[in-house]
């Protein structure tokens, strides 16, 4: 993959020398895991604990990670809470109260919460829209008696 998008994405500032496409290949592949790994409020309260973001050099590097958020970066990311935990990062008040084990603790909980009723909510509907494309089929001409459903989700599906 050339990294060629963004100014500076292919240059070693440690060396001083342009990186190799291998080189490039390696540290989008870091950045990609360890961007992820934000996704994870555990390993937040880890980082927190050993005292990674009181380090100003870390806390640089947080802010570089942010061109994750663009979309041609955005896309290889399979955990995408991971940028809402970078943004908040980005914060000095939210990274101190990392240190206790009680907020991550809370921070997990909320994440599993959202993640159940996404789940619910999006089996809910494509229960919905299954059960009403079964009766659609077996009645063919509903669709010429009712014009506006014309296959999309109609208006009595609530999104609750």
Request: charged letters at 20%.
């Amino acid at each position: 993959m050339k990294m060629t998008g963004l100014p500076g994405k292919n240059w070693n500032y440690v060396t001083g020398v342009p990186e190799t496409e291998d080189q490039q290949r390696m540290r989008f592949q870091v950045e990609l895991e360890f961007v992820q790994c934000l996704g994870n409020p555990n390993y937040l309260n880890f980082l927190a604990q050993r005292g990674y973001f009181k380090d100003p050099t870390f806390i640089h590097y947080l802010k570089y990670l942010i061109y994750w958020k663009e979309p041609d970066y955005a896309k290889y990311l399979k955990y995408p809470m991971c940028l809402y935990f970078l943004d908040l990062l980005q914060y000095e008040h939210f990274r101190r109260e990392l240190v206790n084990a009680q907020c991550t603790k809370f921070i997990d909980d909320q994440q599993i919460l959202l993640w159940q009723h996404y789940t619910r909510r999006r089996s809910r509907l494509m229960t919905t829209a299954a059960s009403n494309g079964t009766s659609q089929d077996q009645n063919p001409g509903s669709q010429a008696t009712n014009p506006q459903q014309n296959g999309h989700i109609t208006s009595s599906m609530k999104m609750t």
